[in-house]
């Protein structure tokens, strides 16, 4: 209900707040290879539904850019024999994301929805590298388009929670101060 609340406008309003762009994504429908053979599927999905509020021709403009530079990476990962994609392609692909962000001219809420689908098939004592790609890859966009923020909704622990790693089933998860 939190998120429906959020992402319907409603808390804007009765806050008093301007309106600002919220995308929700559910992991549950996310490609599978994300983030391994796909490694930014999930600001595609992001992308796809923040395309309502483009209000400019600069914005629309820069999400194509971003779909192009996304698919390019994507189409050098399917490459046989290509093991972790072209550096640069990466960062051109979450470079055009936040310039898209940018171009929206509102703060931008990403509710990343069940997250905990990441966390799910690893050993105790392991770490979790999908969690930590994602959180490099939310990192990344918030260093060029500081007026997002990101909400992590799930009912299972992607950092370390306060009383101890019982109550993260045992991963090594990675302390973030945010």
């Given at each position: 209900?939190?998120?429906?609340?959020?992402?319907?406008?409603?808390?804007?309003?009765?806050?008093?707040?301007?309106?600002?762009?919220?995308?929700?994504?559910d992991f549950?429908?996310?490609?599978?290879?994300?983030?391994?053979?796909?490694?930014?599927?999930?600001?595609?999905?992001?992308?796809?539904?923040?395309?309502?509020?483009?209000?400019?021709?600069?914005?629309?403009?820069?999400?194509r850019r971003?779909?192009?530079?996304?698919?390019?990476?994507?189409?050098?990962?399917?490459?046989?024999?290509?093991?972790?994609?072209?550096?640069?392609?990466?960062?051109?692909?979450?470079?055009?994301?936040?310039?898209?962000?940018?171009?929206?001219?509102?703060?931008?809420?990403?509710?990343?929805?069940?997250?905990?689908?990441?966390?799910?098939?690893?050993?105790?004592?392991?770490?979790?590298?999908?969690?930590?790609?994602?959180?490099?890859?939310?990192?990344?966009?918030?260093?060029?388009?500081?007026?997002?923020?990101?909400?992590?909704?799930?009912?299972?622990?992607?950092?370390?929670?306060?009383?101890?790693?019982?109550?993260?089933?045992?991963?090594?998860?990675?302390?973030?101060?945010?």
């Amino acid at each position: 209900m939190t998120i429906r609340y959020l992402y319907s406008g409603r808390l804007a309003a009765d806050l008093h707040l301007p309106p600002f762009a919220v995308a929700r994504v559910d992991f549950d429908h996310l490609d599978p290879r994300y983030p391994d053979r796909r490694p930014v599927e999930l600001l595609l999905a992001l992308a796809s539904e923040l395309a309502g509020f483009t209000g400019s021709r600069g914005a629309e403009s820069q999400k194509r850019r971003f779909d192009d530079a996304a698919h390019v990476l994507h189409e050098q990962l399917a490459t046989p024999g290509v093991a972790g994609g072209d550096r640069e392609a990466l960062d051109l692909a979450v470079d055009s994301f936040a310039d898209f962000l940018n171009e929206l001219r509102t703060p931008v809420v990403l509710v990343l929805d069940t997250c905990e689908e990441l966390a799910k098939l690893h050993a105790p004592g392991t770490t979790v590298p999908a969690i930590d790609r994602t959180f490099e890859l939310l990192e990344r966009v918030h260093d060029r388009a500081p007026q997002m923020r990101a909400l992590l909704a799930g009912r299972r622990w992607l950092t370390p929670p306060p009383d101890g790693p019982q109550r993260s089933g045992g991963l090594a998860l990675t302390d973030r101060p945010y």
